[in-house]
Structures are given as C-alpha cells and as structure tokens.
C-alpha cells in the first residue's frame, strides 16, 4: 500500500503534519502537500503524481482541498509561486491590463464567482480520475 497526500500547509508545514504522521506510520507514501498551496497547485500535483506512479487500487490517495481563494502560479524558471488568500492585502484599486481586457481595478481581476467555478471544475476533475483509479480515497 502508498500513501500519497495532498494539500495546503494543513498537510506540509515546518512541523511535521497528520500526512507526516500518517507515511510515517505506514511505512510508505509521500507528501506532496506545499505550505501556502491553493487548488491549482494541488490539482497540477495530483496529476503529476499519477503520471508517475500511476495510481490503483492499493494506493491510498489523501486530498485535502483548501479554500478557493487562492492564486497559484507555475513560473518557468522560478517553479511554483504560492501566494496562499489573495484578499489578505494583496489587491489594490488600480486598474489591471491583462491580455487585451482592462480590468477596473485587481478585485475584478480576482472574481470570487470564477474562483469559485474554477475550484469546483478541478475538485470534480480529481474525483473522477481517482475513481477511474480504483485507488481508496479521503
């Protein structure tokens, strides 16, 4: 059996977490959790994981989503840029151009209604592979 968990700094922290413990105990797996982790990474991981180790059913594959809010960042060069809640003080009233759309201000930009679909269409997406999968999952 591998144990192969998933998620936001509730899963990987400077301290060991519940998917720390929990490898540990079985005595095999691996956490693939990042502190600072929004959906999008946690999603990217998760296929990446299977097109490695190409899950089945004697995996144990632990997700734990994390708040939708979250903006991640694949950067070539640089790897993942984590920038855990974006409405911490992140966003300002000045207008953004982004590909050819002119936004008011960064709070249309980061549209909490396409967060929301966004987040929902990859944690749909993850269940439907794991289940295809046959691995066990939480």
């Known amino acids: ?65 994390t708040g939708m809010f979250r903006d991640d960042r694949f950067i070539e060069g640089h790897g993942w840029h984590l920038a855990g809640g974006i409405y911490r003080g992140q966003l300002h009233d000045e207008p953004l151009d982004l590909n050819a759309f002119q936004y008011k201000n960064q709070y249309q930009w980061a549209d909490a209604i396409h967060m929301t679909m966004r987040d929902c269409a990859m944690i749909s997406s993850i269940k439907t592979m794991l289940k295809q999968r046959a691995c066990k999952t939480i």
């Open 1 to 65: 059996m591998r144990v192969f968990t998933f998620g936001c700094s509730l899963t990987q922290f400077f301290y060991p977490t519940w998917a720390d413990l929990l490898i540990k105990q079985t005595g095999t797996g691996q956490n693939w959790g990042r502190l600072g982790a929004g959906n999008q990474y946690i999603f990217t991981r998760i296929w990446e994981a299977d097109s490695i180790y190409h899950f089945n059913k004697d995996d144990v594959v632990i997700v734990q989503f």
